[in-house]
């Protein structure tokens, strides 16, 4: 095989490179960096500027490929450069034996035998689907989310995959954005530890291990800070929320090892972010000294001809290969006019040179070049799709995903037995919505409903009663799911049915696919007929427990003032009824927290917790209008960020400061008295928040520092402890860099973003 050949010669030239160094300086020893870049070195010099750039170009999967090759348009010519080597990576082809096919075209008939990446959106899952990220970000569990993307990882690596465009890591403070299922919240910190999590699941210890698979940070960046939350839109924002809220999980991610970045549909202060020099050179590889590549979005850089920043492909090509964009995805712009604009003197060699020598170098750390076909064994996929394992994994994130919002007169846990228990709506005999949005690989009807789970409890009399469709006109990865507004034929029998029981569970909220991208939304309640189904059931029988369904979060203000019982239970995956039963009937007691905020009314969002205080944030007056609030609502959220209840009872106490001061490289302890006063057992998630009172630009009224996950029996106390130090309280300042300043801080511990204790401390600089 020619792939042979290159491994041969790459390996003899870095034997020779080795031996000339030992004549010059016998005792010099090469480090793994430096063969890997030897390597490199030694393919890069055989390649032709046509094949450089045919490593900057990955193409959608564009034939049947066990079928006859294409003959003619746009297929035709995909193949051809494929034959050619001018092609670098594929997506969207999975499953071992058409991975093979096209890898061995790449490795055996092109000139140079340069395998292929194969990339795919593994978001939460691949045929085994975990919980949407958003979801998983409730858990606030990094050990089991890591877990989850290791599952995803090994399931996708078993079809032939080995590049996921995952983790998403923006951050966002608007509900009304589809995309919010897909990342880790609002907060930055939380963020930053999900990706660091994220990225280690993905990618394991070993790249070329065949259970793991390249991760992708993206979108980089500020797409989650879109105007109006309407998707693609434009985003400006300032240097300071950039640095501080948009950035940190990005930088994260590069020090955690993440390969590939992925760049963002929007615009960002003005240059769409697929062109935009600044963040891809200046900030990426320059200041963070990320050595992986940067691929666009699907077609970005096409887009910004529609944007408004390149008058045509050609001058997008050169824009978008100048400012970093080393991939394209799907735009056809850099094997079209790449190598003319070389010559042309519009793009220097050397910068085609960095984009290749970058993808060259994650496919050696890939194992690629040493065995092409790592990926493509039929027997481990076999074995490996579905296993017992990865639903068990799966099961457990999933329960570790829901938030217990509100519970009345102890309606939660369910009674085993003795009870008549009616459920109602079409959310809770789905099979396919509680995949959730981006789950291209999973089979619809294949996730556990809650009706199925729920019947796995024989003690009760259950009934199940639809009420009302939510979404109507689904088909298989609908591009639009339309709301179900005015068929209401089922309401009397729900209402009916609920007379006569003694507990109601009713799930309402999104399907799965009424989030995502694409699906941004205005109204943030109960979508469609729900809203009145629910009134209805609840003047017949207050004794009704929500179950949420949604991939966002939902203004539900008459529910939380009505309803007794409310659960957070998103769109947890394949094992989402299973999760939520057990849930329900108190065999999982719920310890899940708010990654984002629940705002009172949609007209509140953007809605978060660390927001800024004005100068005006409270009414100094009797009956004055002029401070920061609305008139027809209040300024505080529905439910706040970090914000989850349980059937434990757990009560903080007795705050303590190791000092009331430190210096650089001094640190102070804080600790708290955690003690669980209810009857079950349970786990808390103990949070740690910081205020820098005055600051070279002003500063958020609380910032999440910490957090640590506590367990304990009925009665039993636990003193929580957390370390404050300089790096604890550096943020970018008005000097343009991340430092810590000297002065007055409040630190804040308890059970969420409004329930703490409070401290007061000061940090002097030596």
Not at 335 to 346: N, Q
Not at 575 to 590: E, H, M, R, T, W
Request: charged residues 25%.
């Amino acid at each position: 095989m020619r792939n042979i050949k290159i491994v041969s010669l790459v390996i003899s030239t870095v034997v020779i490179l080795s031996c000339s160094q030992k004549i010059i300086q016998p005792k010099v020893v090469f480090s793994k960096k430096d063969i890997l870049e030897n390597r490199v070195d030694s393919v890069m010099k055989l390649m032709t500027l046509e094949e450089k750039i045919g490593q900057l170009n990955q193409y959608n999967g564009f034939w049947e490929i066990t079928g006859p090759t294409p003959k003619e348009g746009q297929a035709a010519k995909k193949y051809a450069d494929l034959k050619n080597g001018l092609v670098g990576s594929m997506l969207n082809v999975k499953g071992v034996k058409d991975v093979r096919a096209l890898q061995k075209i790449a490795v055996e008939e092109t000139r140079l035998g340069i395998p292929l990446i194969f990339g795919f959106d593994v978001i939460h899952g691949y045929k085994t689907i975990s919980p949407i990220p958003l979801a998983e970000a409730a858990s606030w569990d990094l050990v089991e989310i890591k877990r989850s993307a290791a599952v995803a990882a090994e399931e996708a690596a078993s079809v032939g995959l080995n590049w996921t465009f995952a983790p998403m890591v923006d951050i966002s403070r608007d509900a009304r954005w589809g995309r919010v299922m897909e990342g880790s919240g609002e907060d930055p910190y939380l963020g930053s530890q999900i990706a660091v999590a994220r990225v280690q699941g993905f990618q394991g210890d070993n790249l070329n291990a065949k259970n793991t698979i390249l991760a992708t940070a993206k979108h980089f960046a500020g797409y989650g800070f879109s105007e109006s939350g309407r998707d693609y839109n434009t985003v400006d924002v300032g240097e300071s929320t950039l640095q501080n809220i948009i950035f940190p999980p990005f930088k994260a991610a590069v020090d955690a090892g993440v390969r590939t970045f992925m760049n963002s549909f929007n615009e960002l202060n003005g240059i769409p972010a697929t062109g935009n020099k600044y963040l891809q050179r200046d900030i990426l590889k320059e200041d963070w000294k990320f050595d992986g590549f940067v691929v666009s979005d699907w077609g970005s850089i096409n887009e910004m001809m529609a944007h408004g920043y390149a008058k045509d492909s050609k001058q997008a090509a050169e824009i978008a290969i100048n400012a970093g964009s080393d991939m394209d995805m799907e735009s056809y712009a850099y094997v079209e006019y790449l190598s003319a604009l070389v010559k042309e003197g519009k793009v220097k060699e050397s910068v085609i040179d960095d984009a290749a020598r970058r993808i060259l170098r994650v496919k050696f750390e890939l194992g690629l070049f040493d065995n092409p076909y790592l990926y493509c064994d039929e027997n481990y996929e076999k074995e490996t799709v579905g296993k017992p394992a990865f639903q068990e994994a799966v099961l457990e994130m999933a329960k570790k995903s829901i938030v217990l919002l509100k519970n009345e007169k102890e309606l939660l846990p369910l009674k085993k037995s003795g009870q008549k228990i009616v459920v109602i709506g079409a959310l809770a005999n789905d099979k396919t919505s509680p995949l959730g949005s981006w789950r291209i690989a999973a089979d619809d009807e294949s996730a556990v409903s809650l009706l199925e789970g729920m019947q796995k409890y024989k003690g009760n009399n259950l009934t199940y009663i639809k009420g009302a469709d939510v979404a109507v006109g689904r088909t298989q990865f609908v591009w639009e799911t339309k709301i179900n507004m005015t068929d209401k034929s089922g309401f009397a029998e729900a209402i009916k049915a609920a007379k006569g029981a003694d507990v109601v569970v009713m799930s309402l909220g999104e399907h799965g696919l009424q989030s995502g991208e694409g699906r941004s939304r205005t109204d943030l309640g109960l979508a469609g007929v729900q809203q009145e189904l629910l009134e209805e059931v609840y003047k017949v029988n207050p004794n009704v427990v929500l179950v949420l369904n949604n991939g966002r979060p939902l203004a539900i203000p008459w529910a939380d003032e009505n309803i007794p019982a409310i659960v957070e239970a998103w769109h947890l995956g394949t094992q989402s009824g299973n999760a939520i039963a057990q849930v329900l009937y108190g065999d999982y007691n719920p310890s899940g927290k708010l990654p984002m905020t629940f705002p009172r009314s949609v007209g509140q969002v953007p809605i978060y917790y660390n927001y800024k205080n004005t100068g005006r944030p409270v009414m100094t007056e009797p009956d004055s209008v002029f401070w920061s609030h609305y008139i027809d609502e209040e300024n505080t959220p529905l439910y706040p960020f970090g914000y989850g209840l349980s059937y434990s009872k757990f009560e903080y106490s007795n705050i303590e400061l190791s000092q009331k001061s430190f210096a650089d490289n001094g640190q102070i302890e804080v600790s708290v008295l955690l003690k669980n006063t209810g009857k079950y057992s349970g786990k808390e998630v103990v949070q740690l928040y910081i205020r820098d009172l005055f600051a070279s630009v002003t500063r958020p009224v609380l910032e999440l520092k910490g957090f640590e996950m506590i367990e304990l029996q009925p009665n039993e106390t636990k003193k929580v402890s957390f370390v404050i130090n300089k790096k604890t309280i550096e943020f970018f300042s008005a000097n343009s860099k991340w430092e810590a300043e000297a002065g007055d801080f409040k630190v804040f511990v308890g059970g969420s973003s409004t329930k703490t204790l409070e401290a007061d401390f000061q940090y002097k600089k030596n």
